[in-house]
């Protein structure tokens, strides 16, 4: 993978940019800080699948796109939708609180907005990626990947400028860690429900309005993140902030979790470029009746047995197949019998211990001001 010209331009000015607001050292430092564990969570997320894994190259390709020219174009869109909205409210704002008008219009409409827009074109754009992404779980596994190239740049950002401004070097640590935790992690959520609507368009042939379900569905998800951290930044105490830095670290390392999973699932299901009922399909040339008496009475015994469950063995053997006993999609006797035992074993309890507590202290806050 190399970096397009404009890519190289948009380095060279972020780069420039980030140095003139703190220095070469805090640059440096900021940079090592989100990139390398961006790495490892992309390491994680390719791994999350075991047949036909993504090629570096075009996820590269993807990440690059989010951690440059994404972020590059939020920027510009960012700062333009922000203030034709407050041009439209300004009317109506005194000059006392449009400085708050502004961090709610842009974290929490603009931003959402234009953020799951940009990060992942790419997948739309670009021929290499858009060849690669022949499953539907593809589509989770590149859209994580532009996330996490805009969320490492961006904590770059946040690292050189908010954190150099609460305590200098110690700052960028602090800003950047926290953020590698938390922030980075939901723009690689968010990214991965509108991979996953592309790739539904680019590989079942849907409609588009698939992709834009699932735009909407991301937008939402970083539409109410943002609100959080405004509400604790804007209307609420240091507690807040503090219950809410857990609480959202703990949103977003469920939600990383829930991302692998879901390709996990996919991944061994096979729902990908082929419907469901393929699997039922098979071995319809094990039962051709010649084949069927050149085996021996072993091997025809373990041939009915391991084909039973799809469907493919016909006990007449005229090289027909008998209908599946159930769908792919469908559930096994076995799985509807241990379904509320593997319900309770998945659920995200931490999440939802840490949601209700959340909910708690909004309330608490509101009934005792």
């Known amino acids: 993978m190399s970096l397009s010209r404009k890519q190289w331009f948009i380095l060279i000015i972020l780069s420039l940019g980030f140095i003139g607001a703190a220095g070469v050292l805090p640059f440096v430092f900021a940079t090592i800080l989100a ?24 996820l590269w390709t993807a990440f690059v796109w989010g951690g ?3 972020i590059f174009l939020a920027m510009i869109l960012n700062t333009i939708g922000t203030v034709f909205i407050l041009g439209i409210l300004y009317g109506t704002s005194s000059e006392s609180d449009i400085e708050t008008t502004a961090i709610i219009v842009g974290a929490v409409i603009v931003a959402p907005i234009v953020e799951e827009f940009v990060k992942p074109l790419v997948m739309l754009r670009n021929a290499d990626v858009k060849k690669e992404i022949d499953e539907v779980e593809d589509g989770l596994v590149y859209g994580a990947a532009c996330g996490l190239g805009f969320g490492a740049t961006e904590n770059v ?21 926290l953020r590698t935790f938390s922030s980075i992690l939901l723009h690689l959520v968010a990214s991965s429900f509108t991979g996953y609507g592309i790739a539904k368009y680019q590989v079942q042939g849907t409609s588009f309005g698939v992709v834009i379900k699932y735009y909407f569905l991301a937008v939402l998800i970083h539409a109410a993140w943002n609100a959080m951290a405004v509400y604790s930044m804007v209307f609420g105490s240091d507690t807040a902030a503090v219950l809410l ?46 084949r069927w008496e050149n085996k021996s009475g072993w091997e025809q015994k373990k041939l009915r047995s ?14 027909e ?22 319900w309770a074993v998945n659920f995200d309890w931490k999440g939802a211990i840490g949601f209700i507590i959340f909910l708690f202290f909004i309330l608490s806050d509101i009934i005792f001001p």
């Open 35 to 58: 990139f390398v564990p961006a790495y490892y969570y992309l390491k994680s997320i390719r791994n999350a699948e075991e047949e036909d894994v993504e090629p570096w190259e075009t």
């Open 306 to 319: 391991s084909s039973v469950d799809t469907g493919a063995y016909n006990s007449n053997r005229s090289g």
């Open 157 to 177: 950002y946040y690292g050189v400028t908010a954190g150099t401004a609460i305590a200098g070097i110690g700052g960028v640590f602090l800003i950047v860690v």
């Open 245 to 290: 830095l857990f609480f959202s670290i703990a949103l977003a390392i469920a939600g990383l979790e829930m991302a692998k999973r879901k390709i996990r699932a996919l991944d061994v299901a096979g729902s990908n470029i082929y419907g469901t009922n393929i699997r039922a399909g098979q071995g319809r040339n094990e039962w051709s009746s010649d």
């Open 321 to 342: 197949t008998a209908d599946a006993l159930y769908e792919s999609s469908s559930k096994t006797p076995q799985e509807l019998a241990t379904s509320t035992t593997e």
């Open 68 to 70: 440059l020219s994404g």
